[in-house]
Nanobody, 122 residues
Framework: QVQLVESGGGLVQAGGSLRLSCAAS????????MGWHRQAPGKQRELVAAITGGGNTNYADSVKGRFTISRANAKNTVYLQMNSLKPEDTAVYYCNAAIQAMGRGPKFYDYWGQGTQVTVSS
């Protein structure tokens, strides 16, 4: 079994900062890419930021210069530092990871966390 658990969401005023964490645990052999997505009410889920196993990153245009994704491989954890938050950043944030799990062969499968709410007040 593999689990991804997010933490760090909450309520913050516009201009403030939050740091999200997502820890993967369980029968993990290897983790490749990791990322953060978000879904606002009435909208489709969208990619916010992603980081490869080698540390290359990419961001949605709407968050470039404000958000930073990073990872701690020894802890199987991915982070999202969010600065200069705006009301339009309000959403449920989900982490995902491509994981090779014990007993499932060599293929990497996509796993998702349960989501954490981020609310930015104006």
């Amino acid at each position: 079994q593999v689990q991804l658990v997010e933490s760090g969401g909450g309520l913050v005023q516009a201009g403030g900062s939050l740091r999200l964490s997502c820890a993967a645990s369980g029968s993990i052999v290897s983790i490749n890419g990791m990322g953060w997505h978000r879904q606002a009410p009435g909208k489709q889920r969208e990619l916010v930021a992603a980081i490869t196993g080698g540390g290359n990153t990419n961001y949605a245009d709407s968050v470039k210069g404000r958000f930073t994704i990073s990872r701690a491989n020894a802890k199987n954890t991915v982070y999202l530092q969010m600065n200069s938050l705006k009301p339009e950043d309000t959403a449920v944030y989900y982490c995902n990871a491509a994981i090779q799990a014990m007993g499932r062969g060599p293929k990497f499968y996509d796993y998702w966390g349960q989501g954490t709410q981020v609310t930015v007040s104006s």
